[in-house]
């Protein structure tokens, strides 16, 4: 951690880490149990799905198209809304929880990263500074300039950064912006779909070794990707969804020796 001065390294640990919320570092931070999404038309899009989600480790999220895993990711903050009873943070049913509140504890990233132009009511001018402050100030707390280069430092970014526009900004860059943005609210856990597959292997490996940092604080990661190289080098624990179904989890070590025929064949085909 030699970029992440003390202050910011506060700010993330003051959140991540609680010594008193009844865990450790073995238990899950987040469970799902039975979850299942049935489309209108009758067709599941998940299929009693559960999955234990381990505490302070990256967990990627492979397999197949059209199998779940946006739809896995989204019920996780409830951008898709699960049915109660099925997904629990820190062992609270995360559908009892204020919807904001969660997804300031469990952030979320996205392919392709979209900056905000105008911040309403707080800024017209929408550079990287401003969208970094929004989530905090939308909960009524302003963060100074030099948390923000602080956060800007830890996504990889230099200070010039600060007073740009989106329109100046590469995808990667603006990947790392929309990092930092997330990081700003002090999440606990870390949703990312794809978030480097628009990305050229530079800015691929900077966003990796930012996981990784993450992840060495106490971060909970759950990362959907194509790559299973990148699963590889930076997962922890793989979870593969077929159809809707989960048919393996395992250490990313072991992917190899995944038995389920469907699983087998999208390794063989993806090495
Ligand atoms: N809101 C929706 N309405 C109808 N069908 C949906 C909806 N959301 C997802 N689907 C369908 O559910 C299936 C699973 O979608 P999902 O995006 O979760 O899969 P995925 O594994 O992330 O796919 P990919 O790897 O292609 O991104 C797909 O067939 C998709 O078309």
């Known amino acids: 951690m030699e970029n992440f001065e003390d202050g910011a390294r506060e700010h993330l640990l003051s959140v991540n880490v609680n010594e008193n919320d009844g865990f450790n570092g073995s238990e899950s931070k987040i469970q799902v149990k039975n979850l299942t999404r049935c489309l209108d038309k009758g067709a599941s899009i998940l299929k009693n799905v559960s999955l234990e989600i381990p505490r302070g480790k990256i967990m990627g999220i492979i397999g197949p198209s059209g199998g779940g895993k946006s739809t896995l990711l989204r019920a996780l903050n409830r951008l898709w809304e699960p049915p109660s009873g099925t997904v629990f943070l820190d062992g609270k049913d995360i559908t009892g929880v204020d919807v904001l509140e969660l997804r300031r504890k469990v952030g979320m990233l996205f392919q392709l990263p979209?900056?905000?132009?105008?911040?309403?009511?707080?800024?017209?001018?929408?550079?990287?500074?401003?969208?970094?402050?929004?989530?905090?100030?939308?909960?009524?707390?302003?963060?100074?300039?030099?948390?923000?280069?602080?956060?800007?430092?830890?996504?990889?970014?230099?200070?010039?950064?600060?007073?740009?526009?989106?329109?100046?900004?590469?995808?990667?860059?603006?990947?790392?912006?929309?990092?930092?943005?997330?990081?700003?609210?002090?999440?606990?856990?870390?949703?990312?779909?794809?978030?480097?597959?628009?990305?050229?292997?530079?800015?691929?490996?900077?966003?990796?070794?930012?996981?990784?940092?993450?992840?060495?604080?106490?971060?909970?990661?759950?990362?959907?990707?194509?790559?299973?190289?990148?699963?590889?080098?930076?997962?922890?624990?793989?979870?593969?969804?077929?159809?809707?179904?989960?048919?393996?989890?395992?250490?990313?070590?072991?992917?190899?020796?995944?038995?389920?025929?469907?699983?087998?064949?999208?390794?063989?085909?993806?090495?």
């Not at 950064?161 to 700003?184: D, I, P, Y």
Request: proline share 4%.
């Open 114 to 271: 979209v900056l905000f132009e105008e911040l309403k009511p707080f800024s017209k001018t929408g550079t990287v500074a401003d969208n970094i402050r929004y989530g905090p100030l939308l909960k009524g707390k302003k963060i100074s300039d030099e948390q923000v280069y602080k956060l800007l430092t830890f996504a990889d970014l230099d200070s010039s950064f600060f007073n740009k526009h989106g329109n100046e900004l590469s995808v990667g860059q603006a990947q790392r912006v929309a990092l930092a943005r997330t990081l700003a609210n002090e999440p606990e856990v870390l949703l990312l779909d794809e978030p480097t597959s628009a990305l050229d292997p530079i800015s691929t490996q900077n966003i990796e070794d930012v996981l990784v940092k993450l992840k060495s604080k106490g971060m909970t990661i759950v990362m959907v990707s194509h790559s299973i190289k990148q699963i590889k080098r930076i997962a922890d624990v793989v979870c593969l969804l077929v159809g809707g179904e989960i048919v393996e989890v395992l250490s990313s070590e072991k992917l190899s020796e995944a038995k389920h025929p469907m699983a087998r064949r999208f390794l063989d085909l993806s090495s």
